[in-house]
């Protein structure tokens, strides 16, 4: 946990407290904090914990690669100019008279809040949002469902 491991002064900046980790010159020491960081992930992901995704994260290859690869998009803040921006020009890139959006949302998401897809579906008009009894995960039962269902509804009728 944070506390265990990332001394309190670092506590208001966990996230630039595991990337000074993740891309420490010890392997053990990052080897520890992906461990961290993927055994949260993994966790948190699903609406009951997996103890199959929990194994997966027990790969120290698997937990080193994933961590640094997320951390490394979130110090970066996406790679976009600035929070925000991508809400602020979501009508633009996605607008309804040419896209159909859907947006699924775990309502026990504890990764990505509700809060998100709301402010998601406020910014792009038409946008349809369901929230399934479901955590993070695109994998788990009811998400998975009702994503196919959408795709489905995409798929071109047979000519008959």
Not at 106 to 125: E, S
Not at 132 to 144: F, N, Y
Request: glycine share 6%; hydrophobic share 50%.
């Amino acid at each position: 946990t944070q506390s265990t491991w990332v001394p309190a002064v670092e506590h208001g900046d966990l996230m630039s407290a595991f990337h000074r980790r993740l891309t420490s010159g010890d392997p053990a020491v990052r080897a520890a904090a992906a461990r961290a960081w993927t055994t949260w992930e993994m966790a948190a992901s699903k609406l009951a914990v997996d103890p199959a995704l929990l194994a997966k994260g027990e790969d120290p290859v698997f937990a080193e690669t994933f961590a640094r690869i997320e951390s490394h998009y979130f110090v970066n803040g996406g790679f976009f100019e600035r929070d925000g921006w991508l809400l602020e020009r979501a009508a633009a890139v996605l607008p309804a008279a040419q896209f159909r959006t859907f947006i699924v949302q775990g309502r026990y998401d504890v990764v990505c809040p509700m809060a998100t897809a709301w402010a998601l579906k406020k910014a792009v008009p038409g946008a349809e949002l369901v929230v399934t009894t479901a955590g993070h995960s695109a994998g788990e039962p009811a998400t998975k469902s009702q994503l196919v269902a959408w795709m489905d509804q995409l798929r071109p009728s047979s000519a008959s």
